[in-house]
């Protein structure tokens, strides 16, 4: 778990070892270890000042700390019975909202740690996906429908999702809509303006419009000449201004939606071209809107959106240079703030580089030593994150990465 300040120059770090840790982003020192939760960091938030940073753990707690002296601003809040699965700022510094695993969402009054319930998920306890608005004044849910069944850790955890969404007022508590009879709901995820919620069913992708109720349903397939041939949705995300949705799906198939209207815009690659594009990754688009790039196997590919053609293909088979293995799934994608570079993290734990207009490799990045999940850019765009299986967190100096790399490895 992990997120920056407002202006870029703390990090904020915090998983199962029970503490948060503040990093400088320019000299990628530690500032401080925040200690007092007795589980897990589920969640981490800054408040829009920056001043204040929220955590929440799997202990059912919530505690307030100040990024400046890394102090504990107040009592620690305790009212959850069950673990704290999100929080987010409601809309100014001075109030949180959070949510439980047993559905309760309460408000949080940071001058006095005090508590008002808003919204239980009633008698099916377990959220299994969720999603705040931006503005953390809405939430859409799903519930756990029946036994949630625990294996070895969380992320191994079974459960099936109910057929129904809700779409709560964080603010009343007031249930605004509910959607019914849709086959395991899943990725629920808001668009960069808080108005649409985008989610995947069993051979579907739905768009929910927040503000007036809407839903538009997108079939994937004709269910009458090719139900023994349903895609399923692995990769799903919004263009930079939310206009724009992507998916792709273990066919190999990448299609974007026009988010207005459900309508097809363009195929950037159909499921008949499985023996180069198959089961779909990670899906990302530049920061300008301007491309796409997609993942599968072995192989990276990027598009350009306006015209849909493609602008090139890069293989990612292992290769060696001195006696070090790269290569491996890509895992995660990420465009360089100029769209010049395209990142990519590999499952041996290499960070590769290409250039977007030759598709040259440029430079490998070493430091982890497990499949590379998260990549990130800070807000100013001077600072690579990156986050590994392995249980480490980078901190990348991107001016110097562009300045000592030279193309063609």
Known sequence: MITFSPDSKILASGGTNKTVQLWDITTGEPLATLTGHVNGITALAFSPDGTTLASTSADGTIRFWHTGTGALLLPHITGHIASVRAAAFFKESSTLVSV??????????LNTP??????????????ATLAFSPDGTKLASVNAWGN???????????WRAAPLIRLTDVSTGSELATLTDIETPS????????????????????????????????????????????PRVTALGFSPEGTTLVSGTNQGGIQTWNVATGKALTVFAKPTEQGNLENILTLCFSSDGTLLAASTYN?????????GSTLLSVNTDEYKRG?????????????SPDSAILVS???RGAIQLWDVTTGDRIVALDGHTQSVETLTFSSDGKTLVSTAMDGTILLWDWDEILKSSSKGE
Not at 114 to 127: E, F, I, M, P, Y
Not at 203 to 218: A, F, K, P, V
Not at 323 to 335: A, E, R
Request: proline share 3%.
């Open 114 to 127: 005090q508590k008002s319930t808003v919204h239980t998920a009633g008698d099916r306890d377990w959220l």
């Open 187 to 230: 990725d629920l995820t808001f668009s960069p303006d808080g108005k649409i919620v985008a989610f995947r069913s069993k051979g579907s992708i739905h768009l929910w419009n927040t503000e007036t109720g809407d839903e538009l349903n997108i079939p994937l397939i004709d269910w009458e000449a090719d139900i023994h041939n349903m």
């Open 100 to 109: 439980a695993f047993n559905g309760e969402i309460a408000f949080w009054n």
């Open 299 to 307: 192989l990276i590919r990027i598009w350009e959106v306006d015209t």
């Open 148 to 158: 949630v069944i625990f294996k070895a850790d969380f992320n191994d955890a079974l």
């Open 323 to 335: 006696n070090t293995t790269y290569g491996g799934y890509p895992q995660s994608l990420v465009f």
């Open 345 to 347: 993290g590999l499952g």
